[in-house]
């Protein structure tokens, strides 16, 4: 019962500039500004109302063109190996992508938006609001990250 | 093709204090502290190496006592109609919950979690570790929910 099998369908789909992963830009940060599209399926295209109101959007993807895992793994320029969960590689056990984006406006079932980092093609299973929570009563810490981070603003 | 169905499996499981979704607190932050257990099935434990070192952890799962869904809902404590993908709430055409959540440690196949919002028996699709990207050079608007935030402040 509680390892069922879980079945969904795609919302939507992404047009992106990028037509396979290698085409894309493997830090972070160097998606920025890149446009896309969200094609949303036509029948779901009511549920889109209100959204333009805000500037950024959660969306969840599957990836498609992930096809296996590896519970340990080295991070994209990276050079030691690391726990599957404890990084964001694209190659998981259940393949879901969570991007935050800009939305800069919504015709119809088309959403226009930037610094996305899917390629061409990709399904889309969720779209929601973005709502910056603050977590600034914790402190974050970021285990095998911070040294990357810390390399990153030097 | 773009529409075919996606099939998962659950990685884990999760153990919480409520029972029924009525159980839960309905207003954000009040599940602040909120303890929990997400039990992540042995055959993927190793994935979850080098994740200890992390504060907080995203957690995507199956909602799956989320049987339907209408493409306008009133959100909860709200009186107004609102497009379904404007909205967080939990019955969506994929219902997959986002949630962020204290990590206090993980022992084998078991991480303790607080912050939690989900019901016992919730199946887990994944984890990742969270990072605090800064969106402080963007504004950030909040469609509908401007004027909400700004009565939970007051």
Aim: proline share 8%; net charge negative; with cysteine.
């Amino acid at each position: 019962m509680k390892r069922s099998k879980i079945e969904y369908s795609p919302i939507g789909i992404i047009h992106s500039p990028f037509s396979k992963p290698t085409d894309m830009p493997c830090q972070p940060g160097l998606g920025k500004n890149i446009k896309g599209i969200i094609e949303v399926f036509p029948e779901y295209q009511e549920g889109l109302t209100d959204l333009d109101g805000f500037s950024h959007i959660v969306i969840l993807c599957h990836l498609h063109l992930s096809t296996q895992f590896h519970l340990r793994i080295i991070p994209r320029l990276e050079t030691e190996k690391r726990g599957l969960f404890a990084t964001r590689s694209p190659r998981r056990p259940n393949p879901i992508a969570l991007s935050i984006v800009r939305l800069d406006n919504i015709e119809e079932n088309r959403l226009f938006i930037r610094d996305l980092d899917m390629v061409e093609g990709t399904p889309v299973l969720d779209i929601k609001p973005y709502i910056n929570e603050s977590y600034e009563d914790d402190e974050i810490r970021l285990g095998w990250l911070e040294n990357i981070r810390s390399r990153e603003i030097s």
